[in-house]
């Protein structure tokens, strides 16, 4: 089985390029099988939820030609099949931006429900409420959702949550509807601006993506467009707080540093120092870390999907740090492991109050979810000793190389698949 090996004690220094935004990269997949026209996508990152998504399009009749690592070529004029029940696609969440689309684009979709509750329950009521308001029919039968309308018409939706997801498939649906939606309580992730954005250049018109009112005038078609999808937030601020972790000095090249601004204010709250550059950050942390309290809300709150990394920075600041965790109700799974690794962290139900430790010392550890996982190996990479990491599947989702970028920062960090190739490792980093 699959797992990464570390050795660690090494600060990160040096430069990381950053990829394609996977939240950014799966809806806009998703939306270009909403013209019968080509579509060119370049920046895409090469993570496991890009390829099951793309590979479920396939399946359904979409062309989907790759040309090198992150560019694609699709074309959805030839679709066969309006039911996605792929066995794979039910592993990701994303797999629900296909009934926006193409319910957008047909009136019509059936797609697998995603299974899996990794970090909490994930509702998608908000979802279901936005294709209702817009005229469509939802029944949840035999594990899919099926959705189909006569036609869809513009609606004024408000959202009683704000949801990322939501947002976005109710904004690919009302594209293509009849007359004006306005969307109320909308996600603001850069993601979101991203795809409306993706979408207007495809001859949709969406105003307000980035603000909380979203108004959208349906068109009649959409055509073809060449799009580079923007840079991943996340990945960028892991490898931030990477650096925070191991006392280390990186530079996160490709970035939109006005994504990262909650991440760099907490960087500076526990003492590192963050340049900020056109298209770079640079973090270096030669001071001990200092403790802080930080809560997740939706953008440009503090990510949820940088809790982990932030909980395994604050779990080595002086003093006593709460991460409150606003958004989704199990995302403290990975807290356990880190008690093994030395970590004195309480939970009590969204809350983590946590007092640092000098140190973590390696341990044989599990990846309980994508951004757990990768927080993990962070822990690991400032951890006294060696530590293994299973379940790598997960992190794999959602970052590409990671450890191959890790180990351009000089991490001893490998990928394993037997207990020889373990032993070896552990004999050269010894
Ligand atoms: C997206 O998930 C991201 N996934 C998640 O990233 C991210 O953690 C999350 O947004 C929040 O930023 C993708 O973009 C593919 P939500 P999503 O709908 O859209 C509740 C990662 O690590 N809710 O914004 O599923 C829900 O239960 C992943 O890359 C409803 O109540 O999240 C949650 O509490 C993990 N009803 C909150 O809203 C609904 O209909 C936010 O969820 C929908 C959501």
Redesign the pocket.
Known sequence: MEQYAIKGGNPLVGEVEIGGA??AA??ILAASVMTDDTVYIENMPDVR?TNVLLSAMSNIGVMVKREGRHSVIINASQISNLVVEDEHIKK???SYYLIGALLGKYKHAEVALPGGCD???????????GFRALGAEVVIEHGLIKTNAEHLKGNHIYM???????T?NVMMAAVLAEGATIIENA?K?P?VVDLANFLNSMGANIKGAGTDVIRIKGVSKLHGSEYAIIPDQ?EAGTFMFAAAVTKGDVTVKNVIPKHLESITAKLLEIGCEVEEADDCVRVVASKPLIHTHVKTL??PGF???MQPQITVALALSKGTSIVTES???NRFKYVDELTRMGANIKVEGNTAIIDGIERYTGASISAP???AGAALVMAALAAEGFTTVDDIRYIER?YEDFHLKLQNLGAQIELVDTERELQKFKLKTG
């Not at 009683?160 to 939501?166: H, I, L, N």
């Open positions: 996977k939240n799966l809806p939820d990701i969440r994303a970090i909490g329950c994930r509702a998608i009521d908000q979802h279901i409420k009683d949550v704000v949801s990322v997801g939501a976005i996600a992730e993601h996340i939706p953008y990510p949820t999907d958004i989704f109700e979810d994508l951004r959602g």
